[in-house]
């Protein structure tokens, strides 16, 4: 998934959540996310300073789909973070 530019970014818990979502290269329409979570105003391309970064092997319908999966996910690393 190297082409991801477009990240939509919320703050969770005194975070920022990225996400992005590609479309799938193998033919099948299905779309997939990576979420990178980051102090807050930190650019979501600079991995030098990411505090987690995550994807999953799901299958998501719709670009809405997947967004919303990925954001599920970054809220979830925040929480654990914070354990």
Known sequence: MEAQ?????????????????LQKEDG?????YTVRVTEPGVDS??????SAESGDDGD??????????GLARGYAI???MQQ
């Not at 530019?5 to 992005?20: C, F, I, L, P, R």
């Not at 391309?45 to 990411?50: D, F, H, Q, R, T």
């Not at 998501?60 to 999966?69: G, I, K, R």
């Open 5 to 21: 530019q477009n990240w939509s970014t919320e703050q969770y818990k005194g975070m920022d959540v990225h996400v992005t979502v």
């Open 60 to 69: 998501y319908a719709s670009p809405e789909e997947a967004l919303a999966a």
């Open 28 to 32: 099948s329409r299905q779309w997939d």
């Open 78 to 80: 925040v929480d654990r």
């Open 45 to 50: 391309s600079a991995k030098s300073e990411l």
